[in-house]
């Protein structure tokens, strides 16, 4: 059986892809919050693990050894700009955790979703080559 640890998974995308990975057959190691809304994700036969991706300490002893895939789905999406600092810790310093890690911990996998609010707001079409503000 393929195992999968996921982050964001109290969201509208996690949850979703939850779900699926259960139908596909996945055993599902699923991180939250302390502070989170269970009440969705309860519904499903998955393992929960508290902790935050902006601490590093609580990923250490919530990714399992060996997982078949990390899918980093957890993210910032606020677009105000009294938020930045907060943004910056969820959406930088918590992806890089992830990653390192992952790599820690000997992930065969990591799959990253990433949101337009890691770029910041822009008037016209973007790609890689624009600058974040």
């Given amino acids: 059986m393929k ?58 002893d919530a990714i399992p050894e060996n997982v078949d895939a990390v899918f980093h789905v957890a993210a910032n999406t606020s677009m105000w700009s009294k938020f930045n600092n907060q943004q910056y810790q969820d959406n930088v310093i918590g992806t890089r955790n992830m990653v390192e890690v992952a790599l820690q911990k000997k992930a065969k996998r990591f799959i990253h979703t990433s949101s337009i609010s890691a770029w910041g707001h822009h008037p016209n079409e973007i790609d890689e080559t624009a600058e974040s503000n």
């Avoid at 990975?21 to 991180?31: D, F, I, K, P, Y």
């Fill in 3 to 60: 195992t999968a640890f996921v982050t964001g998974a109290t969201g509208f995308l996690g949850i979703n892809l939850v779900k699926q990975l259960l139908a596909e057959g996945w055993q599902v190691t699923a991180l939250h919050r302390r502070t989170s809304d269970l009440t969705y994700l309860k519904r499903f036969d998955v393992t929960l693990v508290e902790g935050a991706i902006a601490d590093k300490d609580s990923l250490i």
